[in-house]
């Protein structure tokens, strides 16, 4: 958890959230959710993440959504890390969904 910590930190991602999930699910004991101010931050984020997840643990690290990097999903096995733009964040709110309040509030997007 340190080394996702330590990327997401040097990356300047925002409004990090670690959530707990080792009672509440089996698919995953940590959930970390971050957000980006762009999509280029999102991708480069998801690279540094993904490579240093696998030469930490040397298993494969599934990445989605790289594509529009509007959501980018990062299965690392006991963490799962979800990289959001700020409205896209908002939109789905994972953390209302784990029982958390957000831990700041976020702005309504820009028309």
Same mark, same amino acid.
């Given at each position: 958890?340190? *080394?996702? &910590?330590? =990327?997401?930190? #040097? %990356?300047?991602?925002? #409004? /990090?959230? /670690?959530? #707990?999930?080792? &009672?509440?699910?089996?698919?995953?004991?940590? *959930?970390?959710? $971050?957000?980006?101010? !762009?999509? &280029?931050? =999102?991708?480069a *984020? $998801? @690279?540094r993440l993904q490579? %240093?997840?696998k @030469?930490?643990t %040397?298993?494969? /690290? @599934? /990445?989605?959504? *790289?594509?529009?990097?509007d959501?980018?999903? =990062? #299965? $690392?096995?006991?963490?799962?890390?979800h990289?959001f &733009?700020?409205?896209?964040?908002?939109?789905? !709110?994972?953390?209302?969904?784990w029982?958390?309040?957000? @831990?700041t509030p976020q702005?309504?997007?820009? $028309?």
């Open positions: 958890m340190e *080394l996702t &910590r330590g =990327i997401l930190d #040097d %990356g300047k991602a925002e #409004d /990090v959230v /670690v959530i #707990d999930l080792s &009672r509440k699910s089996s698919f995953a004991d940590t *959930l970390v959710i $971050a957000t980006g101010r !762009n999509q &280029r931050q =999102i991708a *984020l $998801a @690279a490579q %240093g997840l @030469a930490a %040397g298993l494969p /690290v @599934a /990445v989605e959504g *790289l594509r529009s990097c959501w980018v999903l =990062i #299965d $690392a096995g006991d963490i799962v890390v990289l &733009r700020p409205e896209v964040r908002e939109f789905y !709110n994972l953390e209302k969904m029982g958390m309040a957000p @831990a702005p309504h997007p820009q $028309a």
